[in-house]
T-cell receptor, first 116, second 112 residues
């Protein structure tokens, strides 16, 4: 596709369940970022992938959060044992490159997660 | 640490008014600075950027100048239009490029 896509667009789950959020970056983009946007808050950086390098996980809020990127393309963000405070919009962005000269990020439409 | 602080909204202006949205930052090293915009019902998109001190980013009539001495990157537009109604986010990327830090966003509504 022409842009970053994310699925599902909306996810409602019960407290304690696991959820998986998917991101398809723009083809050829080596850098991929996950963010969380909570109501009334700015974007909170979660994790960054650059090519085949080990990801920068420094923004993950707890060990219930994990992410992987298969084949340098699609990424999945997994939240285990969801809590109500995990409710937010999860945004994915990709860019041609990261590192010392980051290029412009292109954002997906986000996944709105609601934990009941 | 790294952080971005931008003026709280919401901001409501009449068409053709002058706009300033303040943004200040704290960063180690030499960050790049960005303004992103989120129009109603759409995803975030880059509005403008500046990668070094004294650079001026500009796009769609918006401007922002990277001021290292005041650690600021204020967004300005001389004459806003109704179509500028959106949420504006100031952001920085660290000089390692790995991480981006965003402000909380400022909602702008322009009324005819």
């Amino acid at each position: 596709g022409a842009g970053v896509s994310q699925s599902p667009s909306n996810k409602v789950t019960e407290k304690g369940k696991d959820v998986e959020l998917r991101c398809d970056p723009i083809s050829g983009h080596t850098a991929l970022y996950w963010y969380r946007q909570s109501l009334g808050q700015g974007l909170e950086f979660l994790i960054y992938f650059q090519g085949n390098s080990a990801p920068d996980k420094s923004g993950l809020p707890s060990d219930r959060f994990s992410a992987e990127r298969t084949g340098g393309s699609v990424s999945t963000l997994t939240i285990q044992r969801t809590q109500q405070e995990d409710s937010a919009v999860y945004l994915c962005a990709s860019s041609l490159r990261g590192g010392l000269s980051p290029s412009v990020q292109f954002f997906g439409p986000g996944t709105r997660l609601t934990v009941l | 640490g790294n952080s971005v602080t931008q003026m709280e909204g919401p901001v409501t202006l009449s068409e053709e008014a002058f706009l300033t949205i303040n943004c200040t930052y704290t960063a180690t090293g030499y960050p790049s600075l960005f303004w992103y915009v989120q129009y109603p019902g759409e995803g975030l998109q880059l509005l403008l950027k500046a990668t070094k001190a004294d650079d001026k980013g500009s796009n769609k009539g918006f401007e922002a100048t990277y001021r290292k001495e005041t650690t600021s990157f204020h967004l300005e537009k001389g004459s806003v239009q109704v179509s500028d109604s959106a949420v504006y986010f100031c952001a920085l990327s660290t000089d390692t490029g790995n991480q981006f830090y965003f402000g909380t966003g400022t909602s702008l509504t322009v009324i005819p």
